[in-house]
């Protein structure tokens, strides 16, 4: 056993180091409203396309205006 740590414990490290990059950048950013980042990116696109976008007059759907329907599930 101290062999094998001895010759692979740098390259065991490293892979348990990356793996747990991987998971804490995919909890933060995640894919849905409930995550830390996908939220908070949601709601600046939103906001900036309600400011950009002209207000409908109600003759059309302001469903395109939501960046949440243009991002497919």
Do not use: C, H, R
């Not at 180091?17 to 949601?42: H, K, M, P, Y």
């Not at 976008?53 to 329907?69: F, H, K, L, R």
């Amino acid at each position: 056993m101290q062999d094998i740590l001895k010759e692979y414990g740098p390259a065991i490290i490293t892979a348990a180091a990356v793996i747990a990059l991987v998971v804490l950048v995919q909890t933060l950013i995640g894919s849905d409203e409930n995550s830390v980042v996908w939220g908070a990116f949601s709601k600046l696109l939103n906001y900036f396309f309600e400011q950009v976008m002209p207000a409908t007059d109600g003759s059309e759907s302001g469903a395109i205006y939501s960046i949440t329907n243009l991002i497919p599930a």
